[in-house]
């Protein structure tokens, strides 16, 4: 988002390229987001279980009417809405288009059905095609950047439906199970290594090739002190010597807040974690399964993975420090698209940092905020990232449900430091 | 339910008749229950609105719960339970009975499918039905309130079904309709007349021929003062009145807590009401419509009848005086089986006491409270009604989407005086 | 409050007596109020320990802001407020005398002084003498009724600043005492027995002879079944046998949302009972102390007195069957002026119901409403009673706290069933 | 606290110097700390007008507590406690020291009173004189951080009294004043005018000469792109134009959870801003006065600041830009001792940056994060800046009621980003 004009220009050139592949990436990626539903029944679609999670008829409306909104309603001639209600239901947080259902309130939504929302998929769809095939070269480059926003802005969807149907299968005392589970090659971890780096002036921030979100700008420098990273994601069996050695009852361990929301809600393990027996099992896509020692931890808040690496005697890095490190990795990894949909132990005998994209979003312990010259894009596009920048930390990485395509180096996600539903864990890190 | 040894007793000579009856009225009943589904698609099976409110889905499954629970699971040799999980899904409040699920998080559950609900259902009946016919004679007599009590309580639930649908429609901004509007053949009120009655030693609560809760008895006497009845309804021309002289802007009007929760709700018209470009429409189950004057007002809360008598120079009756007062009066009126779903205008030209059963329950000035003698009984039915006699206040006449044959001049309904989303209305008092 | 006309006029004949009869009255009843407040000092005036609670201050001001504008303001020409901020900082409830401070609130009063508010109550007393004085005989008789409020409001809110300030010492980790203690004749109680009464068709409610508040009356007409009342108070070994009987840990045994409060409180015993090496301690005026099995049990709710009469097998009485079984008790007993500040052991030897004046207030299963008839009066004062009937339950008798020339047997108070910081304990009741 | 073993050993040399700088600095701190008293009565002592507040008396027994707890309990041989609840009682948040009276029931206390508190002070000081008298040289020289410490806690104290007693005198309807209003010498501000910065690689953190907290620590690089500041700060007639031009009604405008806050809280103005017949008066320490347009802008959340520095075109400045830029200028400007107690009218005619230093702390836009390389120290003094490196963000350079020898170019005070009561204004900022 927020591409400067010289950029758009410069794809000119290539328009037609750019057309097609448009035209198939945009098939690709809506059919993907379908494709996740299909072990989904009607009353799946329904349920918000937390304020949080959004209802999956709702994600597949919503993504639809950003496609609507930005696109169709602002440059197809003629266009008309195909409900004159989902302007209203389907409007995410974005003020500056006008009035929205309360988000809180989207379990409270029987209609429109969800053949409904399918067929207003269809429509978008219908239109979009139209679009992209019959838009002038200049028009098709001007919104090439809205275009890409809006498919990376689905996958982001996409990632959320997994995450938000694991949380509803989890309230219910049934425990459903999204898939079964698909088996993983590796079942022992490697030692955990420490990998240096120098630090000193780097260059943090995306380059300006291919996309990249507002917030991954400008690109601008950074001074770094010499730092290590870990070789690998913080295992379960890792997690659990904190759990037995009372990282849930040593308030010293924790920040202030994290203490308190950490005795709020009884915190005793990550989410979805549930002690049978003296064993802990826990909650998957895949239904609830034993917690295996050599898979990454889980499903950690923030207060949590500071929490414990204060005990391991480490820190986490930063976001900088992170993105350095990941400077020259391959954008590799266990995403949504190898099926798991859950993080796998890392492999033997490799060397170098592994992990680093995939499995699970890695807390960094960067507050969320804007770079330095950070403008967002005016207008209501502009509200896509800037004006969370309060009281969020950021992530790295991605995850075992993101979809491949979708992750950058420079990619920033975040979240409170309280939530737990995404898949998140820890990397370790310390002073060189 | 309660109903002692002796009146046990007293159905043995007539069990043919008895078995055939139940076998006749149970199939009724569970009928009468899905039928009330058939305007409903899946995805309105679902959803709760709000905490008081139950997911269509969890009305059908509770009901069969019950029957499962008190006759299934006690009195059928070898039965095994549908589903596990079903006696925590589906137990609503019964303490006795063991753990249950959270109330306000209904909402939460996709899963059981309608589909396996339905099946909960056939799996239920079939069972009934056996045991309805094989029960030996004194089985069936010694079971006999225990069956009248699940077939009342089926029938409660069919009431709660079409509230709570009402509600789950409201909250949504497409305002679906349940079914379309049913003409009434009435447009205009008679005008309202004072009724005298004598008072003195009354006898109140049920006589204990026919089935009661245990709420309706012991029959005792109660003295009294002379009073008078309003002949019919208060009309939503007459409760316009009311908001336009500022009703629900006037703290003397008001009982303390009524004007606190008038307050902190922003109540400015009863539940359901909008004003639009000046006129008042509603949102009824045929949709949204204007608020027509000569319908009895529906939806207030028991403050807002207390409110609007006081106003009106006036009070409530109790409902002892409500009880006597309807002595002789004929249990006929605007019932579910009617079809309106809604109040409709009193009938011209008739004499005596109109609307007393049907169109909308009538607050009264009664707290819920046990009659003197008042003993729950033994066990988990116990619970049934006791443990509730606290902080509500008694309702009396059944509505417009209350069974026919579910009412009597002894019932006694009751809701916290903040509830609006029942079908409530009000008839005026005074001394005489 | 609200004494009819006639009787306004019936007190002209004795004027002089009325007058001095007030002067007399009001000098004892002003000296008391600040009598009590001799243990404090200036810091115990300031504390609002829970919103239920008032700080002293305040509870001294408000009583002068009682006569200040019912009778200065409306009565005494040419009269100048005090302050032109205490209408507003001392107005309790009286909506239609205008705004006022949140209730909530009143602990954040640093200003007025102590000693402003002494000066306010000096200011107030001299021109109240002046209007006693010199109020022609028509307007003194005229005025009686409203004189005999201001009087009797100022006795309930001397018993509130004992009950507020025992909460206030109660949070405070250093519990102070408010005086030593007094020690108490009688240390062993008699067995309880039970008294029969016929019922039948009894008066209820005040007679009009001399003050009574307006939900007293009017005097009308109840019928009532034959019961039977114990002798004396629930003592504390009895009530610490329903503890260790479970009776807290048995929702069967306890009304719903009085179940629900229970849980949500943590409640495990009376309120100011400490567990302490095994045996039960209580915070009482005098400091903490030993619970002594013989003296009343105090400080319960509504729904521990109701749990505990379901355990024990019998019943609250209802607030008729109290007033007529009280008919013909001396109205004698542990009163405020007796010093003990705390129920004590039933005398032995005696006959009769016993301690049905003093003590404790005794809980009856009576929601408080107004009695067939009942009007407020018009304007401000209306507001006194009538708009509290409403989830509030009637407690009479009487208890240590009380100022004894206060109490009346037709005397009603009132609790939410939840409250525990009022002086409220327990007399059995069942059918005869 | 945290100075490295080096550093302790360093001052040994000269440790009768630091004897005497100790007890001269003790006297002086503690007396101006109860000189701060001086205007208030005994009952405002009491109270805690908010859950941020806390009574005057808590401070000056809490400031004790620090000098009991830290010094004489752990160093000064046979030292008794003074009073066995103090330690309850007066622990702030030393999870560590033991479990603490609840924060937000402070205000709940009358006792100890006014006067115990003033005793615990004496005997406090007493034995503090003692110890810094006859401790050895290397103990001195040991212990020296931590009396560096005591003595900044007890200036934060200092402080936070006149926060809390300004808002204490706001919520009373009756808004008592501090202290008459000293008059301020200039009534006209200067022109703002940037001051441009190179930016580069910049030291930022405490150099180690002199005390500084832990927080300051260590001084490390960062990089800084070209920056400039406004030459002062905002004033109030500035952001008079932000709220006429619709500044709290645009969410445009706003960090989304700024916004919520906003809306929640009905925000219009800063905190303490009254609208009166269409002018803005608003509450200071000298009472209700005037808002006059040139002085400093004041009570503003982060939320409000970053709102007015985006609609002015603007930003704030990081808390590294703030410390570059700071270098070089002179410590000097408004504080506490200066007796305005408010911010002052920049004065004309300087040079360079102006009001870098008093007047009002300076929302920067940098969250609140430990520095590289930051290490709590151990034990529960490690407990008093990181664990709250968590939703807060840094501001800088005091304000009117900060003691001026408590103020530091490396100085980083925090709050939460809707916090208002604190003295906090707006520097605005940009990219070079």
Aim: charged share 25%.
């Amino acid at each position: 988002m927020g591409l400067p004009e010289a950029q758009a220009e410069s794809t000119m050139g290539k328009c037609d390229d750019l057309r097609h592949d448009f035209l198939r990436r945009y098939e690709q990626i809506r059919s993907a987001t379908e494709a996740l539903c299909d072990p989904l029944i009607t009353e799946d679609y329904i349920v918000q279980s937390m304020p949080d999670v959004s209802p999956t008829k709702w994600h597949l409306a919503h993504t639809s009417w950003f496609f609507e909104t930005f696109f169709l309603k602002a440059h197809l001639g003629g266009y008309r809405e195909f409900n004159p209600h989902f302007g209203y239901l389907f409007n995410s947080y974005y003020v500056t288009v006008g009035d929205r259902h309360c988000r809180q309130n989207r379990g409270q939504l029987s209609r429109p059905t969800v053949e409904e929302v399918y067929a207003y998929r269809r429509h978008t769809d219908e239109h979009m095609r139209r679009l992209l095939r019959d838009l002038p070269d200049a028009g098709l480059a001007a919104l090439a950047p809205v275009i890409e926003l809006g498919l990376n802005h689905e996958q982001q969807h996409q990632e959320l439906m997994l995450m938000d149907i694991k949380h509803v299968f989890w309230v219910n005392p049934m425990r459903p199970a999204y898939l079964p589970r698909k088996a993983a090659a590796q079942s022992e971890a490697p030692p955990m290594r420490w990998q240096e780096f120098a630090g000193g002036v780097c260059w943090v921030g995306h380059e300006g090739e291919g996309f990249a979100f507002d917030n991954e700008g400008p690109r601008h420098r950074e001074f770094l002190e010499p730092f290590a990273l870990a070789s690998r994601l913080v295992t379960n069996g890792e997690y659990q010597a904190f759990i037995d050695d009372g990282g849930y009852r040593r308030p010293e361990l924790w920040l202030s807040t994290g203490w308190a929301t950490c005795a709020a809600e009884q915190w005793n393990a990550p989410l979805y974690w549930i002690s049978e027996d003296g064993k802990w099992v826990h909650h998957t896509l895949a239904g609830l399964r034993a917690v295996e020692r050599d898979e990454p931890v889980c499903h950690v808040s923030y207060f949590e993975a500071d929490a414990f690496a204060r005990w391991a005697g480490g820190r986490l890095a930063s976001e900088m420090e992170w993105e350095e490190a990941a400077d020259g990795v391959a954008i590799e990894g266990n995403f949504v698209e190898d099926g798991f949909h859950h993080p796998v132990v890392a492999s033997a005998g490799a060397g170098g940092l592994q992990q680093m994209f995939g499995d699970v979003w890695e807390w960094t312990r960067s507050p969320y905020a804007g770079y330095p010259g950070y403008r967002p894009s005016a207008g209501a596009l502009g509200e896509y990232n800037g004006k969370f920048m309060c009281n969020q930390f950021v992530l790295r990485g991605g995850s075992a449900v993101t979809p491949g395509s979708h992750v950058r180096r420079t990619y920033r996600n975040f979240f409170a430091p309280d939530a737990r539903w995404q898949f998140a864990g820890i990397r370790l890190a310390r002073e060189a």
